[in-house]
């Protein structure tokens, strides 16, 4: 019988095999388009969901790999890498008290991103990366600081997410699919997130021209924002575990765009080095993400009442930036 030599697939690695990292290296393993690394400290997690992941690509008939280990040079040379190592919101020993603000993990999640970027640069150095890790742009200019990786090969996984929620509640107003309704939420990810409303689009109609009409306009428009802002928050109180089958999916989406060269416009944290009139800081905006990474930062036209929102956005980026320079640079 004629022998087929095997394919090659790219190489995708996870740093933090927790919930983000388990359910998108799953998500991605059933697409069956890369052999995929599952890093983590912890002994036995990546490896028992390697093993647990291998058997569902066998049921789909997948023939990419999935290694789980503690090891960092198991790395080596990948194409993606997507970090989702260190500490979430989750109080876990505590019901009563309101999940962690973000910006309440950077001291220890900084000390992760630290060793995590030392061994990327080491291992991996070519890869484009996928930041997860919260507080979020803050963990995405640390990174790419400490990797020295080009700026166009790193980007931080959030408006993509904020951006899913909002369409979600805004199209369940509506009685609208998701898939109909565009959005656009830029800054920070966190409370100052900024939700364009002027640039969202429902049946390829502007928002606003869409609900001409309703007196209800007001209401409905920030009550929308509101869930979209206390969604992650509301989730931890829920099931007292940080968000994770949302933002695998986000992550997946931006992997894919790289990886297939689809030069998708996706909301990403990048660093801005003078678009928008902001330097050097990681922040929330359009990019075109195709196989150079960041093929480009679309500048969207603001108002002022955009720019006055987006402008406080940057400010809180900027606090926690600042904070990272002195405990961490
Ligand atoms: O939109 C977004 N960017 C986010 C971000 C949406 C939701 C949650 N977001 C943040 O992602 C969250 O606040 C956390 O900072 C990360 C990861 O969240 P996840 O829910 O996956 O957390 P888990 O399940 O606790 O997994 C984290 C894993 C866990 O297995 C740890 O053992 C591992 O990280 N970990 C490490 N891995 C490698 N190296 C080091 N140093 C390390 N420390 C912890």
Known sequence: MKKFPKKIFPK?????????????????????????????IVKGLPQGKALDIAA??????????????????DISDSDVIIITAGLTRTIKDNNAKPPLDRAELLSKNAKIIKKVAENIKKYSPNAFVIVITNPLDAMTWLFQKLSGLNRQMVVGMAGGLDSSRFCYFLGKELGVSPKNIHSFIIGEHGNNMVPLIRFSKVNDVPLDEFLNGRNNREEIINNVIKKTREAGGEIIKLMRASAYFAPAAAALDIALSYLQ????????????????????????????????????????NLQNNEKEAFQKSIESIQTLTTTLKKIIL
């Open 12 to 40: 995708v690695s996870f740093i933090g095999s927790g919930n983000i990292g388990g359910t998108c290296a799953h998500l991605m393993a059933m697409k069956n388009i890369a052999d995929i690394v599952l890093f983590d």
């Open 56 to 73: 569902a690509i066998s049921i789909e008939g997948g023939e990419v790999s999935i290694t789980g280990t503690n090891t960092y040079s």
């Open 261 to 300: 060269d689809k030069n998708k416009t996706i909301l990403c944290s990048t660093l801005l080095n003078g678009e928008y009139d902001v330097h050097n800081l990681c922040v929330g905006v359009p990019v075109v993400i195709g196989s150079s990474g960041v093929k480009q930062i679309e500048e969207l």
